[in-house]
């Protein structure tokens, strides 16, 4: 089993950036495909990117593709998400969550349970 903790989030201008970090606990990281998530208020947890266990292959929503970029260090078993010209509709919860291959990673097969999530606030 592995604990993933999301941090990161914060209040941030329209067109502005930010990096939200997903940590882990556990010794299975490196063989976890990981991937993130967004809940607005009022709507249901949608697929936001994922990333492969050596991270040589990433998937994005077609909503955040060409300014979200998802990366990985197995080293320091942390995830991280680059979110550039941000808009006020990815105002959101973020949540990051592990699946066993890149293939099968979505809300409703993910390994473990959610953790409390990072809030993003993008202002107009």
């Known amino acids: 089993q592995v604990q993933l903790v999301e941090s990161g989030g914060g209040l941030v201008q329209a067109g502005g950036s930010q990096r939200l970090s997903c940590a882990a606990a556990g010794r299975t990281f490196s063989s976890l495909a990981i991937g993130w998530f967004r809940q607005a208020p009022g709507k249901e947890r949608v697929f936001v990117a994922a990333?492969?266990?050596?991270?040589?292959?990433?998937r994005y929503a077609d909503s955040v593709k060409g300014r979200f970029t998802i990366s990985r260090d197995n080293a320091k078993n942390t995830v991280y998400l680059q979110m550039n010209s941000l808009k006020p509709e990815d105002t959101a919860v973020y949540y990051c969550?592990?699946?066993?291959?890149?293939?099968?990673?979505?809300?409703?097969?993910?390994?473990?349970?959610w953790g409390q999530g990072t809030q993003v606030t993008v202002s107009s």
């Open positions: 990333i492969s266990r050596g991270g040589e292959i990433t």
């Open positions: 969550a592990a699946a066993p291959i890149i293939a099968t990673m979505t809300a409703g097969s993910i390994i473990g349970s």
